[in-house]
């Protein structure tokens, strides 16, 4: 049976043992299309999960969104560029898919300006991990190319989808702002704004561009809105849009249309930019590029989803290491096997072993992963003893980010949002 694929938008290499391991965890179509039946693959910004074998099947969404495969030569040729080694996250095709990337880089190499786009839809006190990973890999692009940043705080959507009362939505955005500072981000190259505050103006403009090239069958067709949903979630992918645009920003580009636009994000975000990149030469500028991601699992696993509701579904940048512990034992879950008799003759799978994907994502040290990889997937190696890593792993990370947030001050947020001159490029 022919698997069927929803796609709605919202607002995210290595050794051989890497690259079998992963290519392992991503099912072929010819996989996917013999073992889906009733079960259909859903994937939206509220609910992720994949077909009958509980996984996402990523080949699907290149040939659904006609994004391009982000290959082994296009990483070596960011590697040559800026000097510095890739990213984990590039290296283990955790970013995987890209549109326009080479064109980016075409710039990069000839001195013409480009900058970062990326976002945040603040509906909790702290991020998750999965909130983390598009924010860690944008530090690194920043870094690695030192090109200037805009970071959009979609409060006014969150009001709009999750009914959250416009005063608390505005919190949170601030809230949520010095988790994303603390990533370390560079402040004299970083403008975060929240589209309550900073909506109006040349952004506004913009907007308005925006919507008038949109229609209403085509926004019904790429989002999936119904009859039922208000005006404003119609309205609001041109938001969202908007600052794809660089004269969105006069504070930092003045008036011009020539500075290019790469947006790092998830994969299902492709959708609001796919109708940018459509709108972009009807209006005067130049398609924003992106560079996209894979999902972060729930501890449950691929066919969980991790929600701000359900704390054990995730690792929050807040928990304690005694959290960090307890939901990692109790509810990552395991491809290992059923007994240590079992596992020791059968090894772990690593295609749904959740504690395996999450260092994929964390663990710095190739050679570690590779030897962990190499040691579980025999059965050498147990369960509890990759739990006991992992948990290693993240206690650390998140003990680091928790330092560097309580250095983050109201003052420390203000300054990162305030409109100023930006001479970036």
Avoid at 204 to 213: F, L
Avoid at 308 to 334: E, G, R
Wanted: hydrophobic share 40%; aromatic share 10%.
């Amino acid at each position: 049976t022919r698997q069927i694929i929803h796609i709605r938008a919202g607002f995210l290499g290595g050794t051989p043992v890497l690259r079998e391991a992963m290519a392992e965890a991503q099912p072929t179509s010819d996989t996917v299309e013999q073992e889906a039946t009733d079960q259909e693959q859903v994937v939206d910004p509220w609910s992720v999960s994949g077909g009958a074998d509980g996984r996402i099947d990523y080949n699907k969404l290149l040939e659904q969104f006609g994004c391009s495969k982000l290959t082994e030569d296009l990483v070596e040729r960011v590697e040559s560029l800026t000097g510095r080694p890739a990213h984990p996250f590039l290296k283990r095709g955790i970013f995987f898919a890209h549109r326009d990337l080479h064109e980016i880089l075409d710039c990069y190499e000839k001195g013409i300006p480009f900058y970062l786009y990326t976002g945040r839809g603040p509906s909790s006190e702290a991020l998750h991990l999965g909130h983390l990973v598009p924010f860690m890999f944008t530090k690194y692009l920043q870094d690695a190319f030192n090109v200037p940043l805009v970071i959009q705080l979609t409060d006014d959507e969150k009001s709009l989808w999750r009914g959250l009362d416009i005063d608390e939505a505005r919190r949170l955005s601030r809230e949520n702002a010095k988790d994303i500072i603390a990533c370390g981000f560079d402040a004299s190259k970083t403008f975060i704004f929240s589209d309550f505050e900073f909506v109006g103006g040349a952004f506004y403009r913009n907007i308005i561009r925006i919507q008038r090239c949109v229609t209403m069958n085509q926004v019904r067709g790429i989002f999936g809105f119904t009859q039922e949903d208000n005006i404003g979630k119609i309205a609001f992918p041109a938001v969202q849009a908007a600052p794809s645009f660089p004269d969105c920003f006069p504070h930092m580009f003045g008036q011009r249309k020539d500075v290019r636009c790469l947006i790092p994000c998830a994969i299902d975000q492709d959708p609001y930019f796919r109708m940018t990149r459509d709108v972009a030469p009807r209006i005067g500028h130049q398609k924003p590029a992106l560079i996209e991601s894979k999902f972060f699992p729930a501890l449950q696993g691929e066919s969980g989803k991790m929600s701000a509701s359900d704390t054990n579904s995730a690792i929050f940048v807040n928990d304690t290491p005694s959290q960090i512990k307890d939901k990692i034992n109790k509810y990552a879950f395991s491809g290992g096997g059923a007994t240590v008799e079992e596992h020791r003759v059968r090894g772990a799978n690593l295609a749904v072993d959740v504690p395996w994907k999450y260092l994929n994502f964390f663990l710095e040290d190739d050679a570690k992963l590779a030897t962990i990889g190499e040691e579980y997937s025999s059965g050498r190696m147990l369960t509890g003893e990759i739990k006991k890593e992992l948990i290693t792993v993240l206690t650390d990370l998140v003990s680091r980010h928790q330092r560097a947030r309580a250095q983050v001050t109201d003052d420390v947020v203000n300054a990162f949002m305030a409109v100023r001159p930006m001479p970036c490029v």
